[in-house]
């Protein structure tokens, strides 16, 4: 069994910053793309940020140059810093993983957490 597990959201003022972390845990042979997704009320589910295993990365434009997405050393884990955050960053954050377990890679997805951006 799979699990990506997220942590690090909150409430914060704009401008602020906040640091969210997930770590995959279980049966897991190999690791390729992580990723961070984000739902606003209302809104689709959209890519925020994704790293693969070699380190490249995408940014949807928004975000660009306010957060970065990384890897930790065990590479099971991914970490999204978010500076200069906005109201409009308020929004439900999915971490995502592809992954091999057992025979097949698949997509797994975190519970989420929730970033509020507000004064």
């Known amino acids: 069994q799979v699990q990506l597990v997220e942590s690090g959201g909150g409430l914060v003022q704009p401008g602020g910053s906040l640091r969210l972390s997930c770590v995959a845990s279980g049966i897991i042979f190999r690791i390729n793309t992580m990723g961070w997704y984000r739902q606003a009320p209302g809104k689709q589910r959209e890519l925020v940020a994704e790293i693969t295993s070699i380190g490249s990365t995408n940014y949807v434009d928004s975000v660009k140059g306010r957060f970065t997405i990384s890897r930790g050393n065990a590479q099971n884990t991914v970490y999204l810093q978010m500076n200069s955050l906005k109201p409009e960053d308020t929004a439900v954050y999915y971490c995502?993983?592809?992954?091999?377990?057992?025979?097949?890679?698949?997509?797994?997805w975190g519970q989420g957490t929730q970033v509020t951006v507000s004064s």
């Open positions: 995502t993983a592809n992954l091999l377990s057992r025979d097949y890679y698949d997509d797994y």
